[in-house]
C-alpha cells in the first residue's frame, strides 16, 4: 500500500512553511523523501533545483540542513559546543574534521546567529534539550543551506523552553539571509507569525498547501483531522480546540 499518493508541492526561495498532519499523515516520509533517505516508487523530485537520480545525492546533502531528534540521539561525542557546528560544514556526526579546524570565526558567527555564544566552550553532553535544538540549528547553518528542515524542533521541550525556542526560530526565519525552512509540527500553536505557509497532509496526500491566511482554517483543519475543530487567532499565533456538542435527547 503506497505510503504517500499524488503528492504534488512546490516550495519557492525564501518562503518559509509549516506542515501539519495528523499520526500517520506521511509526514516523516515526505521529509525522507526530500533528503534521500527515502527512494519513491514513481514520479519526480526536485530539490535546490536538481532532480533526484541525477546527480550525487551526497553533495545535494549539504545544501539541506536538518534539525531532527535522530540527529540530536546520534551526537553522543564530548565535542565542545563550537566543534559540534564545525562539524556540520562537511556534514560529519560525532568527528572532530581536521579540514575545518581553521572554522571557528565562521563557527563563532553562527553562534552568535543562534544566540549562542555563551555556549561555545561547554560540552553537547550538558546542554539542555532547548539549548540541543538551537546548536543544532546553528550546525545545519554552517554549510549554508538553501533549506533547512526542523522536524519536529519542540519535541521534548517543556512550556517556557518551547515558547523560547519558537520566539528563536521567529526571529531566525525573518532574517533576509535565512535559508528557505520547512518545519514539522503537530501544534498550530508553534506556527509563528514568521512563517508565510502551510501544507496539510491527510493520509498520504496533500489536502491543502498554500499561504498560511488562506490554508489555516477551522474547516480545512476538521478535514485534515477528521475531528470537528476550532480554529483561533490572537495576535497572528493560533490555538485550537475541539468542538463538543451536548446530546440533548
Request: aromatic share 6%.
Amino acid at each position: 500500500m503506497p505510503i504517500l499518493r499524488n503528492i504534488s508541492w512546490e516550495v519557492q526561495k525564501h518562503q518559509q512553511w509549516c506542515m501539519l498532519g495528523a499520526n500517520g499523515s506521511g509526514k516523516t516520509t515526505l521529509l525522507g523523501v526530500l533528503t534521500a533517505y527515502v527512494t519513491p516508487t514513481s514520479g519526480a523530485v526536485r530539490v535546490c533545483g536538481e532532480e533526484y537520480g541525477k546527480f550525487d545525492w551526497r553533495e545535494m546533502r549539504k545544501r539541506i540542513g536538518i534539525v531532527s531528534s535522530v540527529i540530536s540521539q546520534r551526537m553522543d561525542k564530548p565535542l565542545t559546543v563550537l566543534e559540534t557546528v564545525k562539524t556540520g560544514k562537511n556534514a560529519f556526526l560525532n568527528y572532530s574534521d581536521p579540514s575545518v579546524a581553521d572554522q571557528n570565526e565562521r563557527a563563532m558567527d553562527i553562534l552568535n546567529e543562534v544566540e549562542c555564544t555563551h555556549l561555545a566552550e561547554r560540552s553537547w553532553l550538558k546542554l539542555s534539550q532547548g539549548e540541543k535544538q538551537r546548536v543544532l540549528i546553528g550546525r545545519a547553518l554552517m554549510a549554508e543551506p538553501e533549506l533547512l528542515i526542523l522536524d519536529e524542533p519542540c519535541a521534548g521541550l517543556d512550556p517556557v523552553a518551547r515558547e523560547k525556542f519558537l520566539q528563536f526560530v521567529n526571529r531566525l526565519i525573518q532574517q533576509p539571509e535565512s535559508p528557505t525552512v520547512v518545519m514539522v509540527t503537530h501544534h498550530v500553536e508553534e506556527i509563528m507569525p514568521g512563517f508565510s505557509h502551510v501544507i496539510l497532509l491527510k493520509n498520504g496526500k496533500v489536502k491543502l498547501a498554500g499561504k498560511k491566511p488562506e490554508v489555516l482554517t477551522s474547516q480545512n483543519l476538521s478535514e485534515t483531522f477528521g475531528e470537528d475543530v476550532h480554529l483561533d487567532s490572537y495576535q497572528s499565533r493560533y490555538s485550537l480546540s475541539l468542538q463538543k456538542f451536548t446530546n440533548t435527547e
